[in-house]
């Protein structure tokens, strides 16, 4: 009893040191993720948004207003003032081809990836003016955020003449006269870069859409669309891209077109996430290598559970700053193999090279390394560690099935 007690002082010491490297990796994987995007998205570019243009115009209109004024005697005089104010008028947006093409390309700093991207945007949009006077208009194109950048911009009516841009606090715009029913085309085009995700504001607010094409092309084939964002009306895989389409005669709708970019396996999440469930293969290892020793007759001395523990300790430490020079895979295969190493170097000088091997070796491999690694496979780790968990069981059920447990010292009565 005084020995099961001392291995479990040992497997709690080693709890408390994993969650102490666990909180640190988490710690610095948070300071990186604020301090590395707010990087990213100056050198690169934030996560870009949208929106349509607009055309305006605006009529002076007379209009009468009730003014309260006090009179000499202090009661209440009610007077008419007629005034004349401008008022703003949006012609329709009639029609809207869009065609964009996002180019992945992901971007690490410190511990975290990032996916950037260049997107090529090219849009034809048609105003008409529906009333039966000639309209100054004034055409406005959001340009957005900051610490943005446009390259190659340029503003051309429908039959590829060039248009003069004025740009002021985020907007472009020019002035043109739309005659009695007269419909205009323009086209405007434009190369960016982002980070994360890339959104088409459809209107302003709740609004409606009028015949509205927009489709997108990309280089990579693992599409995510945000919350609140619009399915496409048809899409599909086209070589090692993706293609989507989003088309509308007439719609009223407040949500935006949207699509999130692939993130790759980041190492600092990956790595506190191994660290904190190493407690559990420890766990496993303890067990299985206390089975095997009693059923084998070896008596481990609790010292030996703590060079274990120690073992397993090299490997989280090793693995959560090697990710920081070093690819995950890279990583991950060398700190396993010191891991091992450490193990059956040490216990061969007490049980032999094969004993150490087979039976102290192979479980951890898999105790440590493959539970380690089912956190690669993102959605399937607790499923695959339940399945080890009870193959674990079911192997020792029938290994120690014919033992005779009364007063063990060493020598089983069994077969095996």
């Not at 570019?45 to 009529?59: D, F, I, K, M, R």
């Not at 870069?193 to 997108?216: E, I, K």
């Not at 080890?388 to 020598?411: E, K, P, Y």
């Amino acid at each position: 009893m005084k020995r099961l007690l001392a291995i479990g002082v040992i497997w709690l010491g080693c709890l408390i040191a994993w969650v102490i490297l666990g909180s640190t990796i988490v710690f610095r994987s948070d300071q990186s993720s604020m301090n590395r995007y707010d990087d990213v998205a100056l050198l690169w570019g934030p996560a870009l948004q949208q929106e349509p243009p607009s055309a305006v115009y605006t009529e002076t209109k007379k209009v009468r207003e009730s003014r309260t004024t006090t009179g000499m005697d202090g009661t209440a005089v009610v007077t008419d003032v007629e005034k004349q104010v401008e008022q703003a008028f949006p012609l329709t947006l009639a029609a809207t081809d869009i065609q964009t093409s996002l180019h992945l390309e992901h971007r690490r700093k410190g511990l975290l990836w990032f996916p950037t991207y260049t997107v090529d945007f090219s849009a034809r949009y048609a105003f008409v003016n529906e009333t039966d006077a000639e309209r100054r208009t004034i055409v406005r194109f959001p340009l957005g955020q900051t610490n943005t950048i446009f390259e190659g911009f340029g503003v051309q009516t429908g039959d590829g003449q060039p248009v003069e841009v004025q740009i002021e606090a985020g907007v472009a715009w020019w002035n043109v006269s739309f005659a009695p029913g007269q419909r205009r085309e323009y086209k405007i085009a434009y190369r960016s870069r982002g980070t994360n995700s890339w959104h088409y504001q459809l209107t302003a607010g709740t609004g409606r859409v009028n015949d509205f094409r927009l489709t997108m092309q990309t280089n990579f084939s693992e599409i995510d669309f945000p919350a609140g964002t619009l399915s496409p009306s048809e899409h599909g895989v086209e070589g090692d891209g993706w293609k989507g389409t989003w088309q509308f005669n007439t719609l009223v709708a407040n949500a935006p077109i949207g699509v999130s970019l692939p993130q790759l396996l980041n190492p600092g999440p990956l790595a506190s996430k191994i660290t904190f469930f190493a407690p559990v293969g420890l766990l496993f290892f303890f067990f299985v290598v206390a089975v095997f020793a009693a059923a084998h007759g070896k008596n481990l001395h609790p010292l030996h559970y703590f060079y274990f523990g120690c073992a397993f300790f090299a490997f989280h430490l090793l693995f959560a700053y090697l990710v920081d020079h070093v690819a995950i895979a890279p990583a991950f295969a060398i700190a396993s193999g010191v891991s091992i190493l450490l193990v059956v170097t040490y216990a061969r000088l007490f049980v032999g090279w094969k004993y150490a091997a087979m039976f102290m070796g192979i479980p951890q491999l898999l105790y440590l390394v493959l539970f380690s690694f089912t956190f690669f496979w993102e959605g399937f780790t607790g499923l695959s560690i339940t399945c080890g968990a009870i193959l674990t069981l079911f192997v020792m059920m029938q290994f120690t099935g014919r033992l005779s447990w009364r007063g063990l010292s060493g020598t089983p009565n069994s077969n095996f």
